[in-house]
T-cell receptor, first 114, second 112 residues
Framework: QKEVEQDPGPLSVPEGAIVSLNCTYSNSAFQYFMWYRQYSRKGPELLMY????GNKEDGRFTAQVDKSSKYISLFIRDSQPSDSATYLCARDAFFSGGYNKLIFGAGTRLAVHP | DTAVSQTPKYLVTQMGNDKSIKCEQN?????MYWYKQDSKKFLKIMFS???????INETVPNRFSPKSPDKAHLNLHINSLELGDSAVYFCASSQEGIYEQFFGPGTRLTVL
C-alpha cells in the first residue's frame, strides 16, 4: 500500500467549476500536509500547506485535512484554464537527526477547459 | 533569477553509458534533494544532503552516486544506465527545519 494514495485522473472540468482534489494517507503520526502544483514540463511548486487538522484558505484555493479519516483535500473555486496542471499532495515524514522528507502522492492531472 | 537550476535539461543516451546531472541553488539553503519522477508522474525521493553530508538514501541502486561539493551544489552520477532509469530527475532544496522544498526544472533522461 502506498503511503499517500491519490487518484491520477485525468479530471476535466469547465471553466468556473469548483474542483475537489483528494488524497488519503495511511499513517496518522504526521502533521504537515502539502499541495504542490506541477505544470507540464516544469518542476513542482508549493501551492499550500496545512499543519495538523482543519482548513486553510488562499484566494481561490482551500486546503483541508481531516485526520480522523486520514483525508486531504484541495478545493479550487472558479477554476481557470491556467489551473490546468498536475496536483501532487504530500505529507512530511521525520527522519533521523531531525531532518524531514516528503512523501508524495501520484498526482492528479486537472484540465480546465474554456 | 533562477532559484534551483539543473543541467542538462534533456539527456538521451545508450544503455550501459555513464552520465551526470548537475544541480545548483542560489537560495542559501542547506538541504538539497534528488527526486525521480516516472512516466506516471510518481515523484519519489532518492537522496538528500544537508551541508554536504548525505542524510537520506532511499534504497537506490549503487549505480547512482550523488555528490555535494558544497551546500549550493548537488550532482548525480549514474553508471551503467538501464532502460528503467528513463525518467525525469528533479533537484530540490530547502532550509533546514522548513518543509517547503523548491524544485528545479527537471532533467529528462531517456535511455535507449
Amino acid at each position: 500500500q502506498k503511503e499517500v494514495e491519490q487518484d491520477p485522473g485525468p479530471l476535466s472540468v469547465p471553466e468556473g467549476a469548483i474542483v475537489s482534489l483528494n488524497c488519503t494517507y495511511s499513517n496518522s503520526a504526521f502533521q504537515y500536509f502539502m499541495w504542490y502544483r506541477q505544470y507540464s514540463r516544469k518542476g513542482p511548486e508549493l501551492l499550500m500547506y496545512t499543519y495538523s487538522s482543519g482548513n486553510k484558505e488562499d484566494g481561490r484555493f482551500t486546503a483541508q485535512v481531516d485526520k480522523s479519516s486520514k483525508y486531504i483535500s484541495l478545493f479550487i473555486r472558479d477554476s481557470q484554464p491556467s489551473d490546468s496542471a498536475t496536483y501532487l499532495c504530500a505529507r512530511d515524514a521525520f527522519f533521523s537527526g531531525g531532518y524531514n522528507k516528503l512523501i508524495f502522492g501520484a498526482g492528479t492531472r486537472l484540465a480546465v477547459h474554456p | 533569477d533562477t532559484a534551483v537550476s539543473q543541467t542538462p535539461k534533456y539527456l538521451v543516451t545508450q544503455m550501459g553509458n555513464d552520465k551526470s546531472i548537475k544541480c545548483e541553488q542560489n537560495l542559501g539553503h542547506d538541504t538539497m534533494y534528488w527526486y525521480k519522477q516516472d512516466s506516471k508522474k510518481f515523484l519519489k525521493i532518492m537522496f538528500s544532503y544537508n551541508n554536504k553530508e548525505l542524510i537520506i538514501n532511499e534504497t537506490v541502486p549503487n549505480r547512482f552516486s550523488p555528490k555535494s561539493p558544497d551546500k549550493a551544489h548537488l550532482n548525480l552520477h549514474i553508471n551503467s544506465l538501464e532502460l528503467g532509469d528513463s525518467a525525469v530527475y528533479f533537484c530540490a532544496s530547502s532550509q533546514e527545519g522548513i518543509y517547503e522544498q523548491f524544485f528545479g526544472p527537471g532533467t529528462r533522461l531517456t535511455v535507449l
